[in-house]
């Protein structure tokens, strides 16, 4: 079936430094939405990507959509304990109905102060 | 305040019985999406609704039902035929069904079958 893929599935990060998670899917994407959970908490919305290699920012948060459309990766820099939480991935499949998100696993980031 | 509630935040129950769980939102959003998350693990659709007296399966429907009376609401029946229910339910909405809109997730409702 169709599946979204993300490495690493935890990343230990001492506060400051850089990292990347990285999502793959089986699959071409119409576009591909990220998400952060809390510990605790609920997915909440960061950004979505529609076009191909694009490029997006959000304060420290790099977000991009590989010019095949089938990977995409955020790049987090300087981590704070903020970031602490869980990032999905979710893959919009061309030609799905209804809106219908395909998650990938998460990465979950805990941050060493 | 506009938002999705869900409620009871945590449920508990025997094995065999059935358990609905409730979700609404004031969003007046035509999607709704019910997701079952385990520990460590990502989200998993069970169903989804585009419109009010519509609904489809999603990947891991059996042991599961839906219904959809009204705009707001989507509950969630977890029958006995589930054959794992202890998980943690998150009910989620979006703008629109076509086309593809950010989905607003609910607190979530942790429900342990024992």
């Known amino acids: 079936g169709q599946q979204v893929m993300q490495i690493p599935q935890y990343q230990h990060v001492q506060e400051g430094e850089d990292f990347t998670t990285y999502c793959n899917s089986s699959?071409?994407?119409?576009?591909i939405q990220w998400y952060k959970q809390r510990p605790g908490g609920h997915p909440v919305f960061l950004i979505q990507l529609v076009k191909s290699g694009e490029v997006k920012k959000q304060k420290r948060l790099t977000f991009q959509f590989g010019e095949a459309k089938k990977n995409s990766s955020l790049h987090i820099t300087a981590t704070q304990t903020t970031d602490v939480g869980t990032y999905f991935c979710a893959g919009d499949m061309i030609k799905a109905a209804g809106n219908k998100l395909t998650f990938g696993g998460g990465t979950r980031v805990l941050v060493k102060p | 305040d506009g938002g999705i509630t869900q409620s009871p935040k945590y449920l508990f129950r025997k094995e065999g019985q059935n358990v609905t769980l409730s979700c609404e939102q004031n969003?007046?959003?035509?999607?709704m999406y019910w997701y079952r998350q385990d520990p460590g693990q990502g989200l998993r659709l069970i169903y989804y609704s585009q419109i009010v007296n519509d609904f489809q399966k999603g990947d891991i429907a059996e042991g599961y039902s839906v219904s959809r009376e009204k705009k707001e609401s989507f509950p969630l029946t977890v029958t006995s035929a589930q054959k794992n229910p202890t998980a943690f339910y998150l009910c989620?909405?979006?703008?629109?069904?076509?086309?593809?809109?950010?989905?607003?997730f609910g607190p979530g409702t942790r429900l342990t079958v024992t």
């Open positions: 699959t071409t994407l119409s576009n």
């Open positions: 989620a909405s979006s703008i629109a069904s076509t086309g593809s809109y950010e989905q607003y």
């Open positions: 969003l007046n959003h035509d999607a």
